[in-house]
């Protein structure tokens, strides 16, 4: 199923949503994308244009918003330039589409716009959150995969993000096959004694292929994390929430020579901008080994007109976001509870 915003003059003209210029353009993206037309519903958010066109006007103020609530019903609220889009227009509008969505019963919904994104799942930003896979968040209503992109509108305003929006709409044509989400259960290690440092050594030294990335602050490496496989990953700290993860000079040797051991060895390294880690671990004297497969450098081979981030690949090759768009910016604490 396909969400979109509110209808245009050719929508309201004609009866039926994604009309006029804004649908010729959604035809041609489904077509590059292989998907026919009768595979999927359209609907829209709201069935009624607002005032010229224009969701402000029936925006309100958010310090409004508890006053606004009709009889105390949840809802997502749509953020609109000054304020959300009022609750009454809100419960109504959900309402219809609530019941277009049952009758559906679609395996995906591709959210178009940033509106569609809100109403659904109460997330709001789809230039960061295009392609990764969300969940449908409505009062008393089953969870169903939601997968945001740029509304058809956006594409002919700015005609370089069209090639996302096919790529998201490939990827919704692979999630439309089950309604399950395609999640992996990963084990991640990220607060090491010394202890497991040689185990992990050991262990990670003896793949065949090891994915790595480092994350930096300050000219130094704040950690780096090896993954033997798509389920387990190990970090090895240095900073942690802004201070000294090891408790001596001699315990951070220990941790250092952990990492260049494994760097050095003989398995393949698969990393993004390998330039970049490996400028780094030159100048702490470690020499990394057969780095041979570079994701970002593939991607670029393959799709160079596309962007090449961690975070555009992993919107397109997985679903999960980046963990970057998961944390406060500018926030350097996390809570993970650890496995025993």
């Known amino acids: 199923m396909l969400v979109g915003e509110s209808p245009t003059t050719a929508d309201d003209a004609k009866g039926a949503p994604f009309m006029g210029a804004p649908g010729q353009e959604l035809m041609s993206i489904l077509e590059d994308a292989g998907i026919k037309r009768y595979d999927l519903s359209l609907s829209l958010v709201f069935k009624e244009r607002p005032p010229n066109n224009d969701l402000q006007n029936w925006g309100i103020p958010r310090k409004d918003l508890r006053a606004e609530r009709v009889e105390g019903r949840p809802f997502n609220p749509i953020p609109v330039r000054k304020g959300v889009v009022a609750p009454s227009r809100v419960h109504g509008a959900l309402e219809v589409l609530q019941a277009e969505i049952l009758a559906c019963a679609p395996n ?67 999630e439309s096959e089950s309604p399950t ?84 060895c003989e398995a393949v390294k698969i990393g993004q901008n390998f330039i970049y880690d490996a400028s780094y671990l030159y100048s702490y004297g470690i020499r990394p080994k057969n780095m041979l497969e570079d994701t970002m450098l593939k991607h670029h081979a393959l799709y160079p007109a596309l962007p090449k981030s961690l975070a555009f690949l992993g919107s397109l090759y997985c679903n999960e976001r980046a963990w970057k768009q998961w944390r406060v910016r500018g926030d350097e604490t996390f809570e993970l509870k650890r496995e025993e």
């Open 108 to 174: 995906v919904i591709v959210a178009c716009g940033n509106v569609a994104l809100a109403a659904l799942t109460g997330a709001a930003g789809v230039g960061k959150l295009r392609g990764s896979l969300h969940f449908t968040n409505l009062p008393g209503f089953p969870p169903i995969k939601v997968l945001p992109t740029y509304a058809p509108a956006m594409v002919l305003r700015q005609y370089e993000v069209r090639s996302h929006v096919v790529m998201d709409f490939m990827k919704a044509k692979r």
């Open 181 to 264: 989400a395609n999640l992996l259960n990963r084990k991640l290690y990220i607060e090491p004694t010394l202890e497991d440092l040689s185990a992990w050594v050991k262990y990670l030294t003896a793949q065949p292929f090891l994915a790595s990335d480092i994350e930096t602050r300050r000219r130094q490496i704040t950690c780096i994390g090896f993954s033997p496989s798509p389920t387990e990953a190990f970090v090895i700290p240095f900073w942690l929430n802004g201070k000294n993860y090891w408790q001596s000079v001699e315990e951070e040797m220990v941790a250092y020579k952990a990492v260049k051991e494994i760097c050095e």
